[in-house]
């Protein structure tokens, strides 16, 4: 087939086309297909694909739950995923997981044999295991649930029973400062995401504990009794622990599809 100048494209308008379309598409790979393409002289061609797009576009229009808008560039995604050792985020795992459920339900429509041309293009079918793994650890905010794995949910279970016995004792702590007016003022307070008291000054020697801050009259003294601070060191390390286990389940789901990608 004869290529058309430069100058007769030109002509055409169809550098604006490509400019169009290049800008309205979501990733890298698009936007240089548009702007590598070149006019199809071939009218039976160009009449199936005219056709094509026609019935995908009136069919995207009846599935109102497919938002193809929201497709973006996975470049980054799949090329971390091919990285040993590396691990998605949980925003990542998003957008993967979004990408993954629009192609499935891209692929559903385009199964119909009207789309044979397609059918013969496509070199990768979305499993659909694939996204309820992912669905299984996170919620539907795309936080790792808590029951993302046994070792997770004992982890949790530990943080509340944690938490309640740090409650507890700073309110007989506090009873008890209260009782025998040791307080400045009746409330606890909160310094650094600690749990403090304050105490007089003048009093401040009555509890075993830290002192976190004075305040800015001098004559209050805000203590973090010491069994408190041994509990909240629990806490602290309980809130790592959380963290290297989620750091964990993340791993084992990008090593997932690590090994789907060397099949593709």
């Avoid at 971390?80 to 050792?85: D, L, N, S």
């Avoid at 007989?172 to 307070?189: D, F, G, R």
């Avoid at 801050?213 to 408190?228: M, N, R, V, Y």
């Amino acid at each position: 087939m004869q290529k058309l100048s430069k100058e007769t494209i030109d002509a055409t308008g169809f550098n604006k086309i490509q400019s169009n379309l290049s800008s309205l598409a979501n990733s890298e790979s698009n936007k240089n297909y548009f702007k590598n393409i070149i006019p199809n002289k071939n009218l039976k061609q160009l009449t199936e694909h005219i056709s094509l797009s026609d019935i995908i576009y009136q069919e995207l229009i009846k599935r109102k739950n497919i938002d193809i808008s929201v497709l973006g560039n996975m470049y980054d995604i799949l090329s971390k995923i091919k990285i040993e050792g590396s691990f998605l985020s949980e925003a990542e795992f998003q957008r993967l997981h979004n990408t993954l459920e629009i192609n499935f339900k891209l692929e559903n429509i385009l199964s119909n044999s009207v789309f044979k041309s397609w059918k013969k293009l496509q070199t990768i079918k979305t499993n659909k295991k694939w996204i309820k793994l992912i669905e299984q650890k996170f919620d539907e905010n795309f936080q790792i649930k808590i029951n993302a794995s046994k070792e997770l949910f004992k982890l949790f279970e530990q943080k509340k029973l944690i938490e309640k016995k740090i409650e507890k004792k700073m309110a007989e702590h506090y009873e008890n400062a209260k009782k025998k007016k040791w307080l400045q003022n009746e409330n606890i307070s909160w310094i650094n995401e600690r749990s403090v008291l304050p105490f007089k000054v003048s009093l401040k020697n009555k509890i075993q504990g830290i002192i976190h801050q004075h305040s800015s009259s001098g004559k209050t003294a805000f203590i973090e009794p010491l069994d408190i601070v041994k509990l909240n060191n629990t806490k602290n390390q309980n809130e790592f622990d959380i963290h290297i286990e989620k750091k964990k389940i993340l791993l084992e789901l990008t090593s997932f599809f690590n090994q789907i990608s060397k099949k593709i």
